[in-house]
């Protein structure tokens, strides 16, 4: 059940994402569970494969919560990934160390054997560690589920592994459009029903994260990223109609606009690339959350101090989520994590 309304204390992330502002915007941080901290690759190697990691729910919890102790971040998100939805649509998933995921490439004709919503089960573990965070973090912090945008999922199924360009996936739509079609549509059935669970099991909103988006022209962006994602923003309304959803499509320029309109999200990730006068007229919609580029964070000093301050500025006046553009890089000192952290808080 969502205990969402009978909530008592301030979760400052979730009351932006109902439209508040703060003085000093609340902050977490992509990918703040993972290889920048010591603590982090003790458990790593403790669980034996990166799945392991994500299925055993001891675990998963901890690493969820060691940011969090760490740096009191104003949410935390469940320590999973993207790709335990193919894992449990019965697509080969292994993680390589060093390397990254691979999965072997699937075919058109086996876009028909993809298991449905029953196999959602494979994906309990999930749904214990959410109820266990729920009841051991701290009341003020935000819990944020996720899963990935079915057109970033579906690259990595087809490609079965990270491209610079994801033109397998392109390529793919192109030539098997049809099943290319039928294959987004039941990574997005599926994932909608993976987030009703999550937030059933206690998230308080929940994140899509469609890191490919910016490879797509404006039609395919149309069709392969605001599309589905439409689709499980209305799934999962029809069962949770307050349910807060966050969407990143990542590097979407201009198309951040009508991803704002079409997809009905109450918050919209940006990457650092898009312009702050582009993001202050986002903003006029709705909340925002960004986009301070990683790779300022990893400079730290000067180059980070004001990276913060433009954004603080630009956005500090609307509904702000403080985040970065993309996920922390894991060759980040913790020492500019913290001082992005009290620049921020002020
Ligand atoms: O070796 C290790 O320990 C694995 C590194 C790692 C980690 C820490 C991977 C492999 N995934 C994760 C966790 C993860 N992934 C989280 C946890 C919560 C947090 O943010 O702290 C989340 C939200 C994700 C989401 C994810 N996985 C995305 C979307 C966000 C993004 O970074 O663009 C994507 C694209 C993935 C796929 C994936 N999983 C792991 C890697 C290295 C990748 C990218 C592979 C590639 O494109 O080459």
């Not at 994260?209 to 599309?227: H, M, R, Y």
């Not at 198309?255 to 079409?262: A, G, P, V």
């Not at 709705?286 to 400079?299: E, F, I, S």
Request: glycine residues 8%; negative net charge.
């Amino acid at each position: 059940m969502n205990k969402r309304e009978e909530i008592p204390f301030e979760r400052k992330v979730l009351n932006v994402l109902n439209g508040q502002s703060y003085d000093r915007p609340p902050i977490w941080m992509m990918r703040q569970a993972g290889r920048y901290l010591p603590e982090y690759l003790k458990i790593r190697k403790q669980a034996g494969g990166f799945l392991n990691l994500c299925y055993t729910p001891d675990l998963a919890v901890e690493v969820t919560l060691q940011p969090i102790r760490r740096f009191k971040f104003d949410a935390a998100i469940l320590f999973s990934d993207i790709l335990v939805v193919p894992d449990a649509m019965g697509r080969n998933v292994r993680f390589v160390e060093g390397e990254g995921p691979r999965l072997d490439p699937i075919t058109p004709d086996e876009i028909n054997n993809l298991k449905n919503i029953d196999a959602i089960e494979h994906l309990n573990p999930v749904f214990e560690t959410i109820e266990i965070l729920r009841e051991e973090l701290p009341k003020e912090v935000t819990l944020l589920g996720f899963c990935g945008a079915p057109w970033t999922v579906a690259t990595y199924m087809i490609a079965g592994k990270g491209t610079p360009d994801q033109a397998p996936a392109r390529l793919f739509s192109y030539e098997n459009e049809t099943a290319f079609e039928k294959l987004l549509d039941k990574i997005a059935v599926f994932s909608a029903s993976y987030l009703i669970l999550q937030l059933q099991a206690g998230a308080d909103a929940i994140q899509i994260f469609d890191s490919w988006a910016g490879v797509l022209s404006e039609k395919d962006f149309t069709k392969w990223c605001i599309k589905p994602v439409n689709k499980i923003v209305k799934l999962v309304r029809d069962v949770i109609p307050d349910a807060r959803i966050i969407g990143f499509p990542k590097s979407a320029g201009l198309n951040y606009q009508s991803y704002r309109e079409l997809t009905q999200v109450d918050c919209l990730g940006l990457d650092w690339s898009v312009p702050m006068s582009f993001a202050r007229e986002l903003q006029k919609s709705g909340a925002v959350q960004g986009n301070l580029d990683p790779m300022r964070l990893l400079a730290g000093g000067s180059a980070l101090n004001e990276g913060v301050d433009d954004i603080i500025e630009n956005l500090g006046n609307g509904p702000l989520i403080f985040n970065l553009g993309h996920g922390i890089t894991p060759q980040t000192p913790i020492e500019n994590v913290e001082q992005m952290i009290k620049r921020v808080r002020g």
